[in-house]
């Protein structure tokens, strides 16, 4: 299955490119649990990003001194281990920077070189831990593969700043958003296969209780063969039980689960489902499904297409501001989903409205989907992995140092190849 690219011009999207996994015996490190209080964001953001002189000490049993050279790429200076030959951009973004780059010390694998915007304080920090760890841990065919990482420590600065943190990732051909944007004719083989991928990786992440919480097309990589692998793991989080308390700020405003905006922190897996369902109707119709340009906008939008709603159907939504707003809007029919997406395959159309339910309750779950008929084909005689490891996301309720925080980070990659270099 051939498949092209073309450039996308959503404002909304950002390419997005590579994230995921290396060593499958090694098992995760336990953080320390300093006190928590309620005032921990506050806690956060107040720290200094400086290394105290103890942490300094504990981490040059984990430094290597790899030689570096630095390269500029558009005013962005990168210093990379001399086994990396770099090549061209592949793209730029909030992010940070990414680049091709040949391996030499891998039989000139080409890979793709992300580096990470600057660390400006510990929930920075904590959001490149969680990409990494969750990439190190949650190794699956449909999950793009972490095969190094680099920390770099200035030793002109004494050591107490961090420099930069690089995510070393397989390269793939293109990402799902650029798909979209072709415009190319696909099969309905090539709807189920990539849709059938997209669904594997996150039931994947939601067995070990992670939401991807921020799935789009752009962080969908796919390679010309249809090979589709997940990618962006730095807004996921780990969950204890269903309804967690979590933030309200993810996923793209486009593909974002209606009670996200309305119940604001208490949500389940099913908001990747919204998503998931998002993105394959984009793929199916060629367009957006709900292009709000604000979140009141966005609400309308999908009562719009999926009609008023029950009131009993809206017993999830516990802010009773949100619950009013909703239920001013009667008498809306639900529309036809065939002519929406533009499909001809009953099946298809079925499994997308059964992932766009505005009551999360009723909403399918990822299992359910991968159980659809529309998969039947994809399915036979193929095993769909569940996670058995153990991986520790609980870092995110502590409050902790910025510099024990970074040690536990550094012991995590210190069995990658690279790892902390100072130079």
């Not at 103890?54 to 790429?73: F, G, H, S």
């Not at 107490?160 to 799902?176: I, R």
């Not at 990658?416 to 130079?423: E, Q, R, S």
Request: with cysteine; glycine share 4%.
């Amino acid at each position: 299955m051939e498949i092209e690219e073309s450039t996308p011009k959503n404002p909304n999207q950002g390419s997005n490119p590579q994230s995921q996994s290396h060593d499958n015996t090694s098992k995760p490190q336990q953080i320390p649990n300093n006190a928590q209080n309620n005032n921990q964001t506050q806690f956060q953001q107040t720290q200094k990003i400086e290394l105290d002189p103890k942490a300094i000490e504990m981490l040059k049993k984990y430094q290597k001194n790899y030689p570096i050279k630095e390269y500029t790429y558009n005013d962005e200076v990168l210093h990379l281990p001399t086994r990396y030959k770099p090549g061209e951009i592949i793209g730029i973004g909030a992010y940070g920077i990414i680049i091709s780059a040949v391996d030499l010390g891998n039989n000139n694998q080409v890979v793709a070189i992300k580096k990470l915007k600057r660390i400006s304080d510990i929930i920075d920090l904590k959001r490149i831990a969680r990409e990494i760890l969750i990439m190190k841990y949650c190794q699956h065919e449909n999950i793009i593969p972490l095969l190094d990482v680099i920390i770099h420590l200035n030793k002109d600065k004494n050591m107490n700043k961090v420099a930069d943190v690089y995510l070393v990732m397989e390269k793939m051909d293109s990402d799902l958003q650029k798909i979209i944007a072709s415009k190319q004719e696909l099969s309905d083989e090539h709807y189920q296969f990539i849709l059938y991928q997209m669904l594997r990786a996150l039931y994947f992440l939601h067995s070990a209780n992670i939401i991807h919480r921020d799935f789009k097309p752009s962080n969908v990589l796919i390679n010309e063969d249809c090979t589709v692998k997940l990618c962006d793991f730095g807004m996921s989080r780990g969950i204890k039980e269903e309804n967690a308390l979590l933030t309200e700020y993810v996923v793209t405003r486009y593909y974002r689960a209606p009670e996200v905006m309305l119940s604001s922190h208490h949500y389940t897996k099913k908001i990747d489902v919204w998503s998931v369902g998002c993105a394959f109707a984009e793929l199916l119709s060629k367009k957006f499904m709900f292009p709000g340009d604000n979140y009141i906008a966005q609400i309308k939008l999908i009562i719009d297409v999926l009609g008023t709603q029950d009131l009993k159907d809206l017993d999830f939504i516990s802010n009773s501001s949100a619950k009013s707003f909703v239920m001013q809007f009667q008498n809306i029919p639900k529309k036809n989903f065939r002519e929406i997406l533009n499909c001809e395959n009953p099946l298809a159309v079925d499994l997308v409205e059964k992932m766009l339910v505005f009551n999360p309750d009723k909403r399918y779950s990822i299992e359910d989907c991968l159980n659809h008929p529309y998969l039947k084909n994809m399915r036979e005689g193929i095993e769909d992995p569940v996670f058995n490891g153990k991986i520790n996301l609980d870092f995110d309720d502590k409050n902790i140092t910025f510099s024990l925080f970074f040690v536990f980070l550094v012991k995590e990659i210190s069995s990658f190849p690279t790892g902390l270099v100072v130079a």
